[in-house]
């Protein structure tokens, strides 16, 4: 007998009851399994009693808004999140993405566009997840490439937003070559267009600073008109 595939499972985050419920229906009927909160608090009991396999959170809300829920999920390696705002220029965007979002979009927003969305940052999970087990190192720092985790030299655990962890992967598998910014697009966010090089930019900076250690070289160099290296050999 084949074993059911269980539908993966989305919270949507909304103080507006009528975009709650309408999203709720536009992903039930995409085949997913979809529930929802009006704020970061009832979001907090929803995660404790059901979990999530995405969370769609809105920008701004009553309490704590969204940008601080999302960086504080993040920083505990939550589930991934994909933000919606009213603020839509490219800043936002920037905001969203810097401290930990895994896709951004402006609202309003076609219904059929956020659920390919939510299906390609859940891709982008179960890939990394597939990659071997075995700790990649480099420059001191260990990489666990299944749990998700980046240990430093000291034993610390360095936290990753998910689209730091896809960076540095894209990073410590292509090693002492230069990446384009089009290329880590490719890598790093399937090339999605509303990820652009400024949000590239942004996204090197914090994991370079993550990296900087007292006297040691530099493991991503910036190649002026080119892109980045990532400047040291990893091994097993």
């Known amino acids: 007998m084949t074993e059911a595939v269980q539908a993966p499972s989305v919270l949507i985050v909304d103080d507006d009851p009528e975009i709650r419920a309408g999203l709720v229906e536009v992903f039930q009927r995409a085949g997913f399994s979809a529930h929802s909160a009006g704020d970061v608090p009832s979001m907090e009991k929803a995660l404790a009693a059901k979990g999530a396999d995405l969370i769609v959170l809105d920008l701004m809300m009553p309490g704590e808004d969204g940008l ?4 504080r999920l993040s920083g505990k390696g939550g589930p991934p ?3 919606l705002s009213a603020l839509g220029d490219d800043a936002d965007r920037i905001v969203g993405l810097e401290i930990g979002a895994d896709d951004y979009l402006p ?6 566009e956020l659920v390919a969305r939510a299906r390609a940052v ?11 087990a075995d700790a990649v190192r480099f420059a001191g720092f260990r990489m666990d490439i299944a749990r998700r985790e980046l240990i430093d030299p000291d034993d610390v655990v360095i936290p990753l937003s ?6 540095l992967r894209a990073f410590v598998e292509r090693p002492q070559r230069v990446l384009s910014r089009e290329q880590l697009l490719d890598f790093a966010f399937d090339n999605d267009g509303d990820v652009f090089d400024r949000a590239v930019d942004v996204q090197v900076s914090r994991l370079r600073r993550k990296l900087e250690r007292p006297g040691a070289p530099e493991i991503i160099r910036t190649v002026r008109g080119e892109g980045y290296l990532f400047a040291v050999k990893p091994s097993a």
């Open 68 to 71: 601080s829920a999302c960086k």
């Open 81 to 83: 999140i994909i933000m």
């Open 107 to 112: 609202k309003p927003c076609n219904p059929r």
């Open 122 to 132: 859940l891709r982008r999970g179960r890939d990394a997840d597939r990659t071997s």
């Open 162 to 167: 998910a689209g730091e962890f896809r960076l």
